[in-house]
């Protein structure tokens, strides 16, 4: 499952950004890639590319955007639901992409 930033709470901080090692965390507004094809900016605020996310499983306990986001506005987004061994094979695979 993703990690979803909650744009009504979001304080446009930045502070998720850097911790994520997939990278995953976009500012807002930005468009971002993946695998070759553009992709829309998800929100006017900071958000997550849910093709990136893997809730740094295999990198760290628990998802780092979640331990660094001061408002608490960060949580496992339903619509991007993954089982654990799909999110270790999505860490993985994008391990060799970087």
Same mark, same amino acid.
Request: proline share 10%; with cysteine.
């Given at each position: 499952?993703?990690?979803?930033?909650? %744009? /009504?709470? &979001?304080?446009? @901080?930045?502070?998720?950004?850097?911790?994520?090692?997939?990278?995953?965390?976009? +500012?807002?507004?930005?468009?971002?890639?993946?695998?070759?094809?553009?992709?829309?900016?998800?929100?006017?605020?900071?958000?997550?590319? %849910? /093709?990136? &996310?893997?809730? @740094?499983?295999?990198?760290?306990?628990?998802?780092?955007?979640?331990?660094?986001? +001061?408002?608490?506005?960060?949580?496992?987004?339903?619509?991007?639901?993954?089982?654990?061994?799909?999110?270790?094979?999505?860490?993985?695979?994008?391990?060799?992409?970087?």
């Amino acid at each position: 499952m993703a990690m979803k930033i909650d %744009p /009504e709470v &979001c304080i446009d @901080c930045a502070a998720c950004a850097e911790p994520c090692p997939n990278p995953a965390i976009y +500012p807002g507004g930005e468009s971002y890639s993946f695998l070759g094809q553009s992709r829309p900016s998800l929100s006017d605020k900071y958000f997550v590319a %849910p /093709e990136r &996310c893997t809730e @740094c499983t295999t990198y760290y306990d628990q998802p780092q955007c979640v331990e660094a986001c +001061p408002v608490d506005c960060i949580a496992k987004d339903p619509a991007h639901s993954e089982a654990a061994d799909a999110l270790k094979e999505k860490a993985d695979r994008l391990r060799q992409f970087k």
